[in-house]
């Protein structure tokens, strides 16, 4: 995919990048698909109504008068709008998909220590089994008793790349994979399982964390937003779009 060249840059530039490319195309796409005059003129109408309604506050029916015609123009106005939003809509769906499947976490990085923890109903005992001479290494027993419902081991891979081990328990077995990275690729840390006997396994990858806001912590989404709505103003000023 032509978005993978952004997990080549740290999380908050690539956010930086996405987020002014998706607000350049449309401002773009608004431009070019509106009639800016016809655009200008409606919001310079609906600016006269605001002004007239505040001259008639002491006339309520004046007021309902202006407001009925408002509200006539506004919706004008949106449905002009409406094309290019329209057109945009399912890549930046997209778009935001894909950036919620590699920027939502910490991915479990080469030479560092992560956890798997497997949920179980009725099992006891657990066996973890990794690939032979592969650079996925198990750092706790293989086999775990399973206490409160879960049983948890230590790993580390000295080697990017997609391992897959095996959960074998009570004469069954369960294959999962698992993405060690220098790069943000990763699994999904949670897997639901519809099993009776296993029912969830969690990997212990972190939640990243782009902008610290006066305190507000924020991930890939609010970080998103806030850079769209920063780009989508400063375009639109530069490039005359009402």
Partial sequence: MVLNIFLRMHPLVAIVCISFLVSLIVTLLYRLLTNQSEMRELKQ?????????????????????LQKKMMELNMKYFVKSMKPTLISFLPIILILGWMGNHFGYEPLWVGKEFTLSAYFNGI???????????ALKLLSDAVQNVSNGKAAWRLVADEPGEYVVELKYDGESYLKKIIVANEFR?????EKIKNKKLTLIELSNKKLKLLNIFGLKLGWLGSYIIFSLVFSFVLRKLLKVS
């Fill in 124 to 134: 006891d005992v657990v066996e973890l089994g990794v690939p032979e001479g592969s």
């Fill in 45 to 65: 109408r609906l600016k006269d109504y605001q002004k007239e309604i505040k001259e008639h506050k002491n006339d309520p029916k004046k007021m309902m008068e």
């Fill in 186 to 190: 990763y699994v999904q840390p949670q």
